[in-house]
């Protein structure tokens, strides 16, 4: 079906009722997480199988869909099969090879009995607060003995406003968006609401800047509705530079509609009819879902003149970053979009009064945007109804790196980072011990495990030397290097830094140079008091936040691993052996078959011996790579 | 080369002729030829009312750009945190020494230019690495040859 111009609320609800009807009858659906986590790890053959098994099973109509991701990244390639009468089942690790069964049982009505992850009873509709069963009639012995998603640790402690559609909806058919609610907020706020109300709406839901400062975002709105000047723009930054942090790519590919009503709704209540997405080029998918959205959303008449009848009227554009960590700065933000280099200003002129083109300008993230269709659609006061007194609503966090289960989740505001890191993430791989989470990307820090029972909220986690960002959760083990990490942000950063001020260019640049020293056995005493001194000019003098909280990793490792910097400078160790200039690879003659595996391996041709006796590494020539150690089948090589 | 004038005649064309048109201008020759040429960005200066100064500024502020030619190919190594922590430093240390190649070269074949970026999203997949516009996850350095073979393998047979 193909939606045509929808010009009043009315002729929306009748779009939502019959697209509504297509989403829940009928013939069986199967649907293919391809963002670019599913990609990665081949969904696009997956999809392909699927679409050829399908094709020689004609006797039954299947529709097979692409979706986003729901946050199972470690379980991708992810497919769900919707059956009929019954449930909507996930697979996880799916093959081509597994196409021909999951097509025969989707035909048949029951389950493929392998790869099977859980499963959804219900279709939510989460920006109406109801839902639809299924099922008809009794589940099928089959069927019932899938697990309900409630039942696995990964999801239980779930709750998805954010991602409410993502992996659920195809992401490129505007008709789902509508039948799961889509562009009813943007109805209700553009005709039942004014622009005071709106913005009071969300003032009082107690939303709060999801990219990294956490500024409310109902004050931001109202200052820039009150501020002289014409024209106003709205901006979505979707420059999420964070490294360790993916869920604005992951929203914008699973749901980019979501984000374009928010915008929609956040132009009626300060005033703009020109919007701009800023999206990194690191990105292609989701400038590709994006330039696709707004399309579909022009030619249904969300966006243009007159929407929905209002007189309201809003266009978007879309530009690409261009590879510039700063650009993630509103001020930076807003000079690449003029066409000039990404330099921050100083903000004691705010943004919201002078911004783009020295005009009122309303920037807010990805996700933050995406949020406010579900706070107009359910009300300020559903919405202050989760999370704590200072942070509401929910966060997607990046939980990665060490865990045992990896990808997107998104949490109650409050819950603790034991919660996140030890039931949803399962903890580390048996054998190592945790050891700490960074969070806040490099403008956070490491917090210890000690530390674990702190609730996760933007005050607490400032508290702790930290900061919530955009969302980064990165899992460490007992096989991490504090001062490494510490050295790897400062090389970001130092990299990263535009140039412009003092403090943070040469800061970064003499902390690195410590920090490099420290991590090759050259510390000094008096390294660690250098690299505070450091830290507060830094924090004090630089001109944007990206430089003022530049010194975050280094003050939070310090802080909470000071012994293992203090082995790095006196005792010339690296207690978690993974500084190249503090260890040594060795070989045991004991346990070593001679399989001459490492010696190929090697890319210095390090290792020397013959076949069945025991090899040898020649210290002075191994650059320390481990690449031998990752090819022994026997542990042979130590690290010491 | 006359390919290069028709194709940014294509590009500038695209855009209103001002200053502000400069970023997605560049981006869009950086993606058609892989790099700025010195002509092209003259030319673009004087259509967009650019100061020369300026253009260089941005062609060599945003990572994305580059003034020298690229690979036919162009690997993107993340460097993000996940990728850090799981050890990405060893798949671009095998990389390197496979192409041959330092950060930044490109090889002797012209068939690769090493990158790093940081990141590219996909943390839950550390570490990963992107060629073109193929990601690939968990990439372990047993994989790294095999990857690069399909690219090899895909110009034989043009």
């Avoid at chain 1, 930076?332 to 009122?360: D, F």
């Avoid at chain 1, 949490?411 to 580390?428: N, Y």
């Avoid at chain 1, 993974?578 to 001679?594: F, H, K, Q």
């Amino acid at each position: 079906m193909k939606t045509g111009t929808i010009e009043t609320p009315r002729q929306l609800a009748a779009v939502r009722s019959s697209a509504r009807k297509a989403l829940l009858n009928g013939h069986p659906r199967i649907f293919v997480g391809t963002a670019t986590c599913g990609l990665a790890t081949g969904a696009q053959k997956v999809l392909d199988a699927l679409h050829e098994e399908a094709g020689k099973a004609s006797s039954m109509r299947i529709s097979i869909s692409e979706t986003g991701c729901n946050g199972a990244c470690f379980l991708e390639p992810l497919v769900d099969v919707v059956l009929p009468g019954q449930a909507r089942i996930t697979y996880g690790h799916v093959q081509p090879e597994d196409a021909s069964g999951l097509i025969e049982a989707a035909c048949a009505g029951t389950v493929y009995k392998k790869r099977i992850i859980g499963r959804i009873d219900k279709e939510e509709f989460l920006v109406e607060g109801t839902s639809k069963s299924y099922r008809r009639g009794k589940l099928t012995g089959d069927v019932k003995e899938v697990p309900r998603y409630a039942a696995l640790p990964f999801f239980r402690d779930q709750v998805h406003l954010a991602m409410r559609n993502c992996g659920i909806i195809d992401p490129t058919s505007l008709d789902e968006y509508i039948a799961k609610g889509g562009y009813a907020a943007a109805a209700k706020a553009l005709t039942e609401m004014t622009p005071d109300q709106v913005v009071d709406e969300i003032t009082r839901s107690g939303l709060r800047g999801r990219g990294g400062g956490g500024f409310p975002t109902g004050r931001k709105w109202a200052t820039c509705r009150k501020a002289p000047g014409e024209p106003k723009y709205v901006i979505c930054n979707a420059d999420e530079g964070d490294p360790g942090a993916y869920m604005d790519r992951s929203v914008i590919e699973g749901d980019p509609h979501s984000v374009i009503e928010g915008m929609i709704i956040g132009s009626y209540a300060v005033g703009a009819h020109t919007g701009y997405i800023y999206v990194r080029q690191e990105y292609p998918l989701a400038v590709k879902r994006l330039r696709f959205a707004l399309k579909q959303a022009e030619e249904a008449g969300f966006l243009g003149e007159n929407i929905l009848g209002s007189g309201h009227s809003f266009t978007v554009r879309i530009n690409r970053g261009a590879g510039a960590f700063v650009c993630g700065e509103s001020t930076a933000l807003m000079a690449s979009l003029e066409g000039r280099v990404g330099e921050p200003r100083a903000k004691y002129i705010h943004t919201v009064e002078h911004g783009l083109w020295n005009k009122p300008s309303c920037l807010n993230n990805v996700e933050t945007w995406n949020n406010v269709p579900v706070v107009i659609a359910r009300g300020a006061d559903w919405y202050a109804s989760i999370g704590t007194q200072g942070s509401k609503g929910t966060k997607v966090f990046s939980l990665v790196g060490k865990a045992n289960r990896v990808g997107l989740v998104e949490v109650p505001m409050g819950i603790t980072l034991r919660q996140v890191v030890e039931d949803i993430g399962g903890g580390v791989p048996e054998g190592e011990s945790l050891k700490a989470v960074q969070t806040g990307g490099p403008s956070g820090g490491c917090i210890p495990a000690e530390l674990f029972d702190t609730p996760v909220d933007y005050e607490s986690l400032t508290a702790l030397g930290s900061m919530m960002g955009s969302g980064g959760m990165i899992v460490m083990d007992s096989r991490t290097c504090m001062v490494d990490v510490a050295r790897y942000f400062l090389s970001f950063l130092k990299e990263e830094s535009c140039g412009k001020c003092v403090p943070c260019r040469e800061g970064t640049s003499r902390m690195l140079q410590i920090l490099t020293r420290i991590c090759e056995g050259k510390g000094r005493p008096g390294d660690v008091e250098l690299l505070h001194d450091l830290a507060q000019g830094m924090t004090d003098g630089s001109l944007c936040a990206l430089g003022g909280s530049a010194a975050n990793p280094v003050l939070s490792t310090l802080k909470y691993f000071a012994e293992e910097y203090r082995a790095h400078i006196e005792e010339r160790k690296c207690p978690a052996k993974v500084c190249r200039a503090l260890i040594t690879y060795s070989i045991n003659p004991e346990v070593c078959t001679g399989c001459m595996l490492c010696l190929r391996a090697c890319p210095v041709k390090a290792i020397t011996g013959e076949r069945k006796k025991p090899h040898i590494i020649d210290k002075l020539a191994c650059t320390k790579c481990g690449l031998c150690a990752d090819t022994c089948r026997s542990n042979a090589i130590e690290v010491a | 080369m006359p390919d290069n004038g028709h194709c940014l005649d294509d590009i500038l064309g695209r855009y209103s002729p001002e200053p502000s048109s400069l970023i997605s201008v560049l981006e869009d020759l950086q993606e058609e030829l892989h790099y700025l040429p010195r002509e092209a960005l003259e030319r673009i200066s004087t259509t967009l009312g650019v100061p020369r100064n300026q253009t260089y500024h941005v062609a060599t502020f945003f990572k994305a750009f580059s003034l020298t030619p690229q690979g036919r190919h162009t690997v993107c190594v993340c460097r993000g945190t996940a990728c850090h922590v799981k050890g990405v430093d060893k798949i671009m240390d095998m990389l390197q020494s496979q192409l041959n190649v330092t950060e930044g070269g490109t090889s002797e074949d012209g068939e690769f230019t090493v990158q790093s970026v940081r990141c590219l999203g996909c943390c839950a997949l550390a570490p990963a690495l992107m060629i073109d516009r193929d990601v690939y996850g968990q990439v372990t350095s047993k994989q790294l040859r095999d990857i690069l073979d399909q690219y090899s393998d895909e110009n034989r047979n043009d």
